[in-house]
């Protein structure tokens, strides 16, 4: 109808919004700069170059564009 316009705009921004919010929850930080920083600290004892991955928000991306 006459709407439609404005629906989709509102749709994009709360697309892009939720985009920021899963990237922000699902990234992760850890502080490899540590000293007494091992690859057993990180999550599964995955790799630090995976964990640096992981941290880039990109697991929040690939979420909510296949949910939204």
Do not use: K, Y
Not at 3 to 31: D, E, H, K, Y
Request: aromatic share 14%; proline share 1%.
């Amino acid at each position: 109808g006459r709407n439609l316009p404005g629906f989709m705009v509102g749709r994009q921004m709360t697309v892009t919004l939720c985009f920021f919010v899963a990237g922000r929850i699902l990234s992760i930080t850890n502080n490899f700069d540590d000293d007494d920083h091992t690859e057993a600290d990180n999550i599964f004892g995955w790799s630090d170059g995976f964990q640096t991955f992981l941290g880039m928000g990109f697991l929040g991306a690939i979420l909510t564009t296949v949910l939204a």
